[in-house]
């Protein structure tokens, strides 16, 4: 699992150069970048409590596999954007620690790509600012989570929630990202990104890659008690969620409470059938099968005992990982170690790209 291979990396981490100090050293190390950056994968997390089902199918579960497939790849640990809601200082410290316990539990391997704290690469808020003035009001104003939020909050949100956009469009483009996999919900927040790359390189000559959306292939896991929402770490109903670390007690519970309806056959209708359709779909999600496969094997089952077998499922998936969690949670100074060193890799990338901005925006 993810722990060994982490700690058997520890007696090479002794060897990972310094960072560029000089401005020299700074130059030295863009023509790398550039060569890297041809492809390069990059996408955040904020660490705010336990990831649940939906944040492991729909970002976790892809991240895992694009280590494989890409060259370079940087995860980060987005604490600037949870201050967007008021946070405890002691529970947002610990909560880091936990959001890389579970990743590096869910397969996120430090010898495969940059795992890293996002506060402790400060280019990325120079870059925020730089791009926070390329992008008007209006826009922002228009993107659709600040509208959905703001609502809620009676039009009094607060300003780091208007612009945290832009500093997700900073996160991308530091890295000179190419690829970047992103949910339905922030398919917006990506154009913004693109749009601010092809704006920067009009005024100041080709410099960012318009970076790609990887649509991640599971679809929005929808809450078990109300179907037409998504799964959500901030619904109220405490039923509605499964967290990856939840007992097999409690996800048994809280499949059992799932919303279905009164026909008691399993089939896949997302449009009439909403309740079971998604319980098909994590069936289909966390088993590795097709949809059709999954309701061809529940031919015969009524949805009361359906809904057992599809938790029987998710138990099975998430055991191992839960298990990994809880190892890695006992060991902070393991973790500490694993983002203080992706930080500092994550600083050799980020350092040079912002100097060569300060300098096409003309700074000294």
């Not at 909050?153 to 190419?178: E, R």
């Not at 026909?263 to 449009?271: I, Q």
Request: glycine share 6%; with cysteine; aromatic share 6%.
């Amino acid at each position: 699992m993810a722990l060994r291979s982490t700690r058997k990396a520890r007696g090479c981490w002794s060897f990972i150069r310094a960072l560029h100090k000089g401005h020299e050293a700074a130059h030295e190390a863009a023509p790398a970048l550039q060569e890297d950056s041809m492809k390069r994968v990059f996408s955040g997390i904020q660490p705010t409590g336990i990831p649940h089902l939906g944040n492991y199918l729909g970002a976790i579960e892809s991240w895992v596999r694009l280590q494989d497939e890409y060259r370079s790849v940087l995860y980060s640990i987005v604490d600037l954007h949870s201050l967007t809601v008021p946070q405890d200082p002691t529970i947002l410290r610990q909560s880091i620690l936990d959001m890389t316990a579970t990743l590096l539990a869910c397969g996120i391997n430090p010898e495969k790509s940059i795992l890293f704290q996002q506060s402790q690469v400060s280019e990325h808020t120079q870059l925020s600012w730089i791009l926070s003035c390329m992008v008007r009001l209006p826009r922002l104003q228009h993107l659709h989570q600040w509208k959905a939020k703001t609502a809620k909050q009676k039009h009094d949100g607060m300003v780091g929630l208007l612009t945290y956009p832009v500093l997700q469009a900073a996160d991308i483009l530091l890295y000179k990202s190419t690829h970047v996999p992103v949910g339905e919900d922030q398919v917006q927040h990506m154009e913004l990104a693109q749009d601010l790359a092809q704006g920067f390189n009009k005024k100041y000559g080709e410099f960012f890659p318009v970076p790609k959306s990887i649509l991640t292939p599971m679809k929005k896991v929808k809450s078990l008690r109300d179907p037409s929402a998504k799964m959500s770490k901030s619904d109220p109903d405490k039923l509605a969620t499964i967290g990856i670390t939840d007992s097999p007690e409690e996800i048994v519970q809280k499949f059992r409470k799932a919303v279905t309806d009164f026909t008691s056959e399993v089939t896949y209708d997302p449009a009439r059938r909403g309740g079971v359709s998604n319980v098909v779909a994590i069936h289909a999600a966390v088993t590795g099968l097709s949809v059709e496969e999954v309701v061809r094997r529940s031919a015969g089952l009524d949805t009361a005992r359906y809904k057992l077998v599809v938790a029987d499922a998710v138990i099975e998936k998430f055991a191992p990982i839960r298990s990994e969690i809880e190892k890695l949670k006992m060991d902070k100074e393991h973790l500490e170690k694993v983002l203080q060193v992706g930080s500092a890799k994550a600083r050799e990338l980020a350092y040079p790209v912002c100097q060569e901005v300060k300098k096409l925006v003309g700074f000294l």
